[in-house]
């Protein structure tokens, strides 16, 4: 018992993220999500039907967008990955549902099972590998759980981390094949460890497409580190390349062909044949801004704390050498390819979401800026209450968009503050574990709140026993909070049309329904 104790205190922030991840379900069956949907739909394709035509579930279920077609059949029009990984849960589940209730789960039931095990749990377990490896680099525990916090609640990973999308999954993918990589010397990495990171960061690919121009530049960083060494990683990479190879000769006859060709919806087709390069174009000012610094998705808005990681890599290749060096520059490589490729797709926006969804993947590798900031020994007291901060305000922000409402309309320009917020002052609290114990509105919550406070706590809290380096780290951590999201809430409070009928749909297709629910509502 006590040698568990010392262990679940050792892992404590770990395990708040886990509940986290695993106790909070967002379902909106109504607004027929089709980043979500498609997904589900080929899944249960795989499981129900025993083909990847979707046509049948289509039939079934009804309408989804993001469709591919080929030879007269119906295809989702992502990439595979979350569908495959999502075919023995909802197997088993399938299973259990006739054993039990004498029928295949419906949609919700479905969807619920296949955003826990298939993406939930893989995200909690490398939220264990990331743990693991930052005991490794930094030697102050509440440092590591701050970072560790902000990572997985404080940027979007979080609400693409509890939802049966690739995003999450793909980041999570490429980031553990560059930690794999970058775990070992050079000349002393094992060739399983090399070739395990290789296969991670192809199959990354395999879940987005777009993970490819990161995955180019960790294969690159492998190359330039390990050097013949390296060939273990091309072999893994390369099962990845086949598999989605084969995987598209299915479907439309040609292997390096993918569903972007193929896309039903004529006005999707239409802005992806009117750009050359298969629907890429030259990076545009206008999109590239938007969606790092914009109020309604801006990556640097939601996570404030990752230009810390950023400005550390730009020092890391400044002052850094050797290892530090090769790290900072794969770090701003796999930024800057990730950013200027989505600033030039037509569809730079990408819907309704909640952050720059396209490129997930640069999430953890600038939180790994940090690391070399702190490597480097640049972390000085007077940016650790401005880590915490920025840290602070990113879980709010992230946090309350995974946990009320993770798809937000195109239509807000502060959706945290003109959307999130007013509907839990308006009782619309969604699905959660709070549901289970009885507990309605803000007050079914609660529980999830207490989980994000955890790493939070740790990490304000400081290793340094003096009250008044305690006081000074967390009030100025506290302030810098106060100052960012008191100056974000101001921003664009003025209601326009477009976002009171945003806001008047999304109200209308809320689960569960306030008012049956019991939910108070609070003006």
């Given at each position: ?227 013949r060494a390296a060939l273990p ?93 090769l790290e900072g520059v794969t ?193």
């Amino acid at each position: 018992m006590v040698r568990f104790l010392a262990w679940a205190s050792r892992r404590a922030a770990w395990l708040a993220i886990c509940f986290g991840y695993l106790t909070v379900f967002p379902y909106f069956e109504r607004i027929n999500n089709p980043n979500e949907n498609a997904r589900v739909w080929m899944t249960r394709a795989i499981v129900e039907h025993h083909e990847l035509n979707i046509g049948k579930v289509s039939a079934e279920w009804g309408y989804v967008n993001d469709k591919a077609t080929s030879g007269g059949w119906i295809y989702s029009g992502k990439a595979p990955g979350t569908s495959f990984i999502g075919v023995p849960v909802l197997y088993v589940e399938s299973k259990l549902a006739r054993l039990f209730a004498g029928g295949p789960p419906g949609k919700r039931a479905t969807t619920l099972a296949l955003r826990l095990f298939a993406v939930a749990v893989p995200m909690c377990l490398f939220w264990l590998f990331v743990a693991r490896r930052l005991e490794r680099e930094l030697e102050e525990p509440a440092l590591r759980a701050l970072l560790l916090g902000g990572l997985a609640f404080g940027t979007m990973l979080y609400p693409y981390g509890i939802l049966y999308v690739g995003h999450a999954l793909g980041a999570a993918l490429a980031f553990s094949g560059f930690l794999l990589s970058s775990s070992a010397p050079p000349g002393q990495a094992r060739r399983s460890a090399l070739a395990a990171a290789g296969a991670l960061t192809g199959f990354a690919v395999v879940f987005e497409y777009q993970v490819a121009f990161a995955a180019v530049v960790i294969a690159a960083y492998t190359g330039v580190r390990h050097r013949r060494a390296a060939l273990p990683f091309l072999v893994g990479a390369l099962t990845a390349v086949i598999a989605l190879g084969a995987y598209h000769h299915a479907l439309f006859g040609r292997a390096w062909d993918t569903p972007f060709s193929h896309l039903e919806n004529p006005a999707f087709a239409r802005l992806h044949n009117d750009v050359r390069l298969a629907g890429l174009g030259l990076p545009r000012p206008r999109p590239l801004l938007t969606m790092l610094f914009s109020p309604d998705m801006g990556l640097f808005v939601f996570s404030p704390f990752l230009l810390i990681g950023l400005l550390g890599a730009v020092v890391a290749v400044v002052r850094g050498s050797g290892e530090a060096r090769l790290e900072g520059v794969t770090i701003l490589l796999v930024f800057l390819s990730m950013a200027l490729f989505a600033s030039g797709v037509p569809n730079w926006h990408a819907g309704w979401c909640v952050g720059p969804r396209y490129i997930a993947v640069v999430v953890p590798f600038l939180g790994w800026g940090i690391v070399l900031l702190h490597r480097l020994g640049c972390l000085a007291r007077w940016v650790r209450p401005l880590l915490g901060g920025t840290v602070v305000v990113s879980v709010v922000l992230c946090g309350v968009s995974a946990a009320v409402y993770p798809h937000y309309p195109e239509q807000f320009d502060n959706p945290v503050f003109d959307l999130a917020f007013p509907l839990l002052g308006d009782g619309h609290v969604p699905y959660s574990v709070g549901h289970l114990l009885g507990l309605h509105g803000l007050v079914s919550l609660t529980p999830l709140a207490a989980a994000v406070l955890v790493p939070l706590a740790i990490g304000l809290a400081g290793d340094d026993p003096r009250p008044s380096v305690w006081l000074s780290a967390t009030g100025g951590a506290i302030g810098v909070a106060l100052l960012l999201l008191i100056s974000l809430g101001a921003y664009g409070r003025k209601p326009r049309p477009e976002e009171a009928h945003a806001a008047t749909f999304v109200r209308a297709t809320w689960e569960p329904p306030p008012a049956s629910a019991g939910q108070p509502k609070l003006r």
